[in-house]
């Protein structure tokens, strides 16, 4: 640094110079670093942009949808689970495309009426993974 920017202002008191260069040197150091990430955040988005327009970044895995469970209506014996969970299944596919969806049978629900007519309900749990 050149000798007039250190030196002391004629006609001001010794101590008014020596705030002015410890309050002044530091501002402009501070404002030096931030100037300079500044100028690297946006040097940083131009090559986020071009990255991005020539395909060579790594994308971040989108994070998989939490499914809730699924459970069928009332039913009359004859089925199993994959009658019922699996079309659950295929919906949420046709919905969530980037994940993989499969399904777990978490058993099923019986019931007998007064006259020994058994019915039955179907429980699925859903989980959803990246491809």
Not at 15 to 31: C, D, F, H, K, Y
Not at 62 to 83: E, F, L, Q, R
């Amino acid at each position: 640094m050149s000798e007039s920017v250190i030196a002391p202002q004629k006609g001001w008191p010794r101590w008014a110079n020596r705030v002015i260069v410890w309050i002044g040197v530091p501002t402009g150091l501070l404002l030096a670093i931030v100037a300079f990430f500044s100028a690297m955040e946006q040097f940083g988005g131009y090559v986020k942009s071009g990255c991005e327009a020539t395909g060579y970044c790594i994308a971040g895995k989108p994070t998989p949808p939490v499914i809730p469970n699924y459970t069928s209506p009332w039913v009359d014996g004859g089925h199993s689970a994959k009658d019922y969970c699996e079309p659950q299944a295929t919906h949420y596919r046709a919905i969530y495309p980037a994940f993989n969806i499969t399904w777990r049978a978490l058993g099923e629900g019986r019931d007998k009426d007064w006259l020994g007519h058994a019915t039955y309900q179907y429980n699925c749990a859903f989980e959803a993974t990246s491809k």
